[in-house]
T-cell receptor, first 117, second 110 residues
């Protein structure tokens, strides 16, 4: 299947700093990318959907000014956690699909474990 | 709204069959998926079924869909210790966002 690369795999940052997570589609054009957040022993919760060249659509309860999403190209989307706090510590996973074809599969990155200390 | 529910834990012996169940509420779901997540890793798509199908078999995996009851199951034949993981069912409508269940922890005892 197609490959989605997420970087970094894990990051530790100080409270108050910002962290950027990258999601790249390596062998297909990702017109749509999804960002999920997963707390320990819980399911994935969709944070936002981004279409290339457009502003991201955030799910209810997700602060768009805190979780900045940029999807400037067909192969790269970034999630920036601004002014991170310990409660932002979580596992963040992106997925990407080529939305030009109906019902194409969404491929997942390997996830980024963020720890804010 | 959409909701997906699944049992939280399943323990089986190596060599036995595992059956993981899932229910969903969105009658307009077009695709239903099963994902596997190993510790600290992302999600791996195991299989999926289109909503107009009743069954799909792929090697050791059998997916059954009862659309009337909105019930989905994943059967793993000859379960191995390497199958130990968290299994998520998910549904989507025409390629839109996936809605995930909470995940079922499968523990395989040798």
């Amino acid at each position: 299947g197609a490959v989605v690369s997420q970087h970094p795999s894990w990051v530790i940052c100080k409270s108050g700093t910002s962290v950027k997570i990258e999601c790249r589609s390596l062998d297909f054009q990702a017109t749509t990318m999804f960002w999920y957040r997963q707390f320990p022993k819980q399911s994935l919760m969709l944070m936002a959907t981004s279409n290339e060249g457009s502003k991201a659509t955030y799910e209810q309860g997700v602060e768009k000014d805190k979780f900045l999403i940029n999807h400037a190209s067909l192969t790269l989307s970034t999630l920036t956690v601004t002014s991170a706090h310990p409660e932002d510590s979580s596992f963040y996973i992106c997925s990407a699909r080529d939305g030009r074809t109906v019902n194409t599969e969404a491929f997942f990155g390997q996830g980024t474990r963020l720890t804010v200390v | 709204g959409e909701d997906v529910e699944q049992s939280l834990f399943l323990s089986v012996r190596e060599g036995d069959s595992s059956v993981i169940n899932c229910t969903y509420t969105d009658s307009s779901s077009t695709y239903l998926y099963w994902y596997k997540q190993e510790p600290g890793a992302g999600l791996q798509l195991l299989t999926y079924i289109f909503s107009n199908m009743d069954m799909k078999q792929d090697q050791r995996l059998t997916v059954l869909l009862n659309k009337k009851d909105k019930h989905l199951s994943l059967r793993i034949a000859d379960t191995q210790t390497g199958d130990s993981a968290i299994y998520f069912c998910a549904e989507s409508t025409y390629g839109n966002k996936l809605v995930f269940g909470a995940g079922t922890i499968l523990r395989v005892k040798s």
